[in-house]
C-alpha cells in the first residue's frame, strides 16, 4: 500500500503564490510518475500537472502554464507544485496522484486552496 499525503495549501490573494507538496511512502514504494488534480466546488475533478520520476515528462493543463512548475525530488519520493501569479478560479481542492509501476494509482486526501479577488 502507498500512503499519499499533501501538504502547502491554504489562502492566498489573487497575484498570490502557494507551494503545494506530496509526499509518497510505503513499502517499496515504486513510483512511474505523480501528478496533481483539482476538483472546484461543484465540478469535476481536473488534471492540473504531471511529472515523470524517472524521464524528463511534465504536462500542465493549459491555463497554469507560465504560472504553476511542478518538479520532483526522487530521492524523497516527493513532488512540488509552485503556483505563481494565482487567480481565483484556482481556488480548488487539489488532489496529489500517485502511479506505480504496477499501474495502480493512489490518491492523497486532498489540501484546500483558497484565492481571494
Known amino acids: 500500500q502507498v500512503q499519499v499525503v499533501e501538504s502547502g495549501g491554504g489562502l492566498a490573494q489573487t497575484g498570490g503564490s502557494l507551494r503545494l507538496s506530496c509526499a509518497a511512502s510505503g513499502r517499496a514504494v515504486n513510483t512511474r510518475s505523480m501528478a496533481w488534480f483539482r476538483q472546484a466546488a461543484g465540478k469535476e475533478r481536473e488534471f492540473v500537472a504531471s511529472i515523470a520520476m524517472n524521464s524528463d515528462g511534465i504536462a500542465y493543463i493549459d491555463s497554469v502554464k507560465d504560472r504553476f512548475t511542478i518538479s520532483r525530488d526522487n530521492a524523497k519520493n516527493t513532488i512540488y507544485l509552485q503556483m505563481n501569479s494565482l487567480k481565483p478560479e484556482d481556488t480548488a481542492v487539489y488532489y496529489c496522484?500517485?502511479?506505480?509501476?504496477?499501474?495502480?494509482?493512489?490518491w492523497g486526501q486532498g489540501t484546500q486552496v483558497t484565492v481571494s479577488s
Open positions: 496522484k500517485v502511479r506505480v509501476f504496477d499501474l495502480r494509482d493512489f
